[in-house]
């Protein structure tokens, strides 16, 4: 006869969608209920932070991040990116793949992008001066 014990892991808890909403998106009415005190809102974010934080594309933050981690307010889905390089918030990689992607935007001449104008004006300042630099000096 084979004994077998069940393996017993530490109780997981799991977001409602509501409250997973709630973290991502911020406040909404539809999701009023989905937390019973500020307490639990913070304890919900510590619990899931990273799952919800891998999620995000390169330069995002969910709410609750800007809320509770990033200065108590989320400049807005336009916004964010360039608050956050301005203020030097990402890590190397994540700066490398958003700069990646902004220097794309800026090639195809997307000017709808969220690329800092700063960066916008310096890759049109080297882009002047490499073609200044290919112009061939007239004869004097």
């Not at 999701?31 to 932070?49: G, L």
Request: contains cysteine; hydrophobic residues 40%.
């Amino acid at each position: 006869m084979v004994n077998r014990q069940p393996i017993r892991h530490p109780r997981r808890t799991s977001l409602t969608h509501a409250q997973r909403m709630w973290l991502l998106y911020g406040y909404d009415q539809r999701w009023d209920d989905a937390f019973a005190s500020e307490a639990a809102y913070v304890n919900a974010w510590a619990h899931h932070r990273e799952e919800l934080l891998q999620g995000c594309s390169p330069g995002r933050r969910p709410v609750a991040w800007w809320i509770l981690e990033g200065g108590g307010r989320h400049p807005g889905y336009s916004l964010e990116r360039q608050v956050m390089f301005e203020q030097n918030l990402f890590g190397a990689e994540e700066r490398e793949a958003l700069l990646r992607i902004w220097r794309e935007d800026f090639e195809r001449g997307f000017r709808w992008s969220d690329v800092p104008a700063g960066l916008w004006a310096e890759w049109e300042a080297q882009r002047r001066d490499e073609k200044a630099a290919e112009q061939p000096v007239p004869a004097a």
